[in-house]
T-cell receptor, first 113, second 116 residues
Framework: QKEVEQNSGPLSVPEGAIASLNCTYS??????FFWYRQYSGKSPELIMF????GDKEDGRFTAQLNKASQYVSLLIRDSQPSDSATYLC?????????????FGPGTRLSVLP | DARVTQTPRHKVTEMGQEVTMRCQPI?????VFWYRQTMMQGLELLAY????????DSGMPKDRFSAEMPDATLATLKIQPSEPRDSAVYFC??????????????FGPGTRLTVL
């Protein structure tokens, strides 16, 4: 079982819709969860992080964490073509990870005008 | 605007040659990470340093890869000899890691390596 899993996509949504990106992780002791956005040919860029169960909102982005289900998601409201990128989920902490960040394979999002 | 810098941005070399990649972490950050990204494997952690000391290099092929941090402003990743399968984008990232849940890391622009 992979440690951090994401649907590879591509996930296609129309402009203005809500994009929902999902991530599951295997280490129940994981402490912090991060979403990075990576445009083609560029480096990963931190969007937001979450470490408490529930929702955390930042502008058009909402991160949701459910530690019991070992599940974290990122919602992008009012999706724009400029949101088209690969979104990487990263997990930190836990017995298996130490202080390392373990990245998922990423989900490619395409927002159609 | 504090950023992680990496040099060179692109490198094309022939099999068997030595390759050295350099990274300048954000001033004040105590942890430096080296990653490799390929289409097939995604983002893989190669090694990381805390306060310049190597903490984990288990992701790095030891026979040909080496990583060092000669001072707080410079981290290096060396491949000798290079092989075509080393072709990838190599990212350096740095962070202020205090063993707190909010610790995070910031990526440099990467070095795109092509080994012919």
């Amino acid at each position: 079982q992979k440690e951090v899993e994401q649907n590879s996509g591509p996930l296609s949504v129309p402009e203005g819709a809500i994009a929902s990106l999902n991530c599951t992780y295997s280490d129940r002791g994981s402490q912090s969860f991060f979403w990075y956005r990576q445009y083609s040919g560029k480096s990963p860029e931190l969007i937001m992080f979450i470490y408490s169960n529930g929702d955390k909102e930042d502008g058009r982005f909402t991160a949701q964490l459910n530690k019991a289900s070992q599940y974290v998601s990122l919602l992008i409201r009012d999706s724009q073509p400029s949101d088209s990128a690969t979104y990487l989920c990263a997990v930190k902490g836990g017995d298996n990870y130490g202080q390392n960040f373990v990245f998922g394979p990423g989900t490619r999002l395409s927002v159609l005008p | 605007d504090a950023r992680v810098t990496q040099t060179p941005r692109h490198k094309v070399t022939e099999m068997g040659q030595e390759v050295t990649m350099r990274c300048q972490p954000i001033l004040g950050h105590n942890t430096v990470f080296w990653y490799r990204q390929t289409m097939m494997q995604g983002l893989e952690l190669l090694a990381y340093f805390r306060n310049r000391a190597p903490l984990d290099d288990s992701g790095m092929p030891k026979d040909r890869f080496s990583a060092e941090m000669p001072d707080a402003t410079l981290a290096t990743l060396k491949i000798q000899p290079s092989e075509p399968r080393d072709s990838a984008v190599y990212f350096c990232a740095s962070g202020l890691v205090l063993n707190h849940p909010t610790d995070t890391q910031y990526f440099g622009p990467g070095t795109r390596l092509t080994v012919l």
